[in-house]
């Protein structure tokens, strides 16, 4: 166990930072820290995203760089898989008071985070749900492993009851949705499904496809594919820096977010990128 904790010490690009991190989470002394973003500030709360921002300020996905190319004032987002709340933030700094953010985290630890941050820099336009979203409606099981990262909805009994919902029961009333991103791990397809009435008011799908995630599932990328394609999205992925439309019939996954688009103009006006 000590060789392995070694080695992933040795991994990291700041490891006393590292160690320190793992010491302040373990003693809750984390609690007392802030992370500082470009537009908000993030409690050090004892997750697995926040460990990595507060290591790494400057940590920075694709996706974040995405999100504020795309997003204007008085868009409205719905963010499914909201974790402690960074993209909800991010589009909320964004859209303005006058825009809309639906910020929907399923793991009751993990929300209590989200409003945690919400409320720290004061942000009104965000509406919380505390529930899973999928294609029925009742409860179900999510695990709550110390590895935030990696919880799920699942069918084994295992972990914490919650309700689950699907995207055309909430109240969402707006008549255009700017964005949709999708973090379910696995599960995405379970979500959209049950929000084919609201995928036809939306204009932009942020989602990622990560095949061993969708395996535990008992299913492959192509499903969410095709249900994308056949609700008028134009399928494409950022590589290498680049903005890539993606062929369905021979695409392969690199386990990268995938970005579907109704029309690919206003998109391209939106965002000023070029087509590669």
């Known amino acids: 166990m000590i ?15 590292f160690i320190l991190a793992k010491i302040l989470i373990r003693t809750n002394l984390c609690k007392f820290f802030q992370i500082e973003q470009n537009s908000y ?33 008085d868009d409205c987002v719905v963010d499914v898989g909201a974790s402690i709340g960074t993209v909800s933030l991010t589009s909320s700094s964004i859209v303005g008071s006058r825009g809309k953010i639906y910020s929907i ?3 009751p630890r993990i ?4 409003l945690g941050n919400i409320k720290l820099n004061d942000f009104s336009n965000i509406q919380t749900l505390n529930i899973a979203l999928g294609n029925k409606l009742g409860t179900i099981c999510f695990s709550d ?17 919650i309700p689950i919902k699907t995207l055309d029961s909430l109240d969402i009333q707006e008549t255009t949705i700017s964005l949709l991103k999708v973090d379910a791990i696995g599960y995405e397809k379970f979500v959209l499904l049950g929000g084919l009435k609201l ?10 496809i990560v095949e061993k995630h969708l395996k535990q599932y008992d299913y492959g990328f192509q499903e969410i594919i095709d249900i994308l394609i056949n609700n008028d999205f134009k399928l494409f992925e950022f590589n290498k820096e680049k903005f890539v439309k993606i062929n369905p019939q021979s695409y392969i996954p690199h386990d990268d977010d995938i970005i579907a688009v109704k029309d690919i103009d206003d998109f391209l006006k939106c965002t000023k990128y070029e087509l590669s």
């Open 111 to 114: 929300f209590k985070y989200l």
């Open 199 to 208: 995928l036809e008011k939306t204009k932009c799908v942020h989602i990622p």
């Open 145 to 161: 492993q110390r590895s935030d990262d990696i919880n799920s909805v699942n069918d084994l009994d295992v972990g914490i009851k």
């Open 3 to 17: 060789n392995n904790y070694l080695t992933e010490i040795r991994k990291q690009n700041h490891p006393l930072k």
């Open 105 to 107: 985290e399923p793991n």
């Open 41 to 73: 500030k993030l409690k050090f709360y004892p997750s697995a995203l926040s460990r990595q921002l507060w290591i790494n300020p400057n940590y920075s996905h694709t996706a974040s760089r995405f999100f504020q190319d795309y997003l204007q004032k």
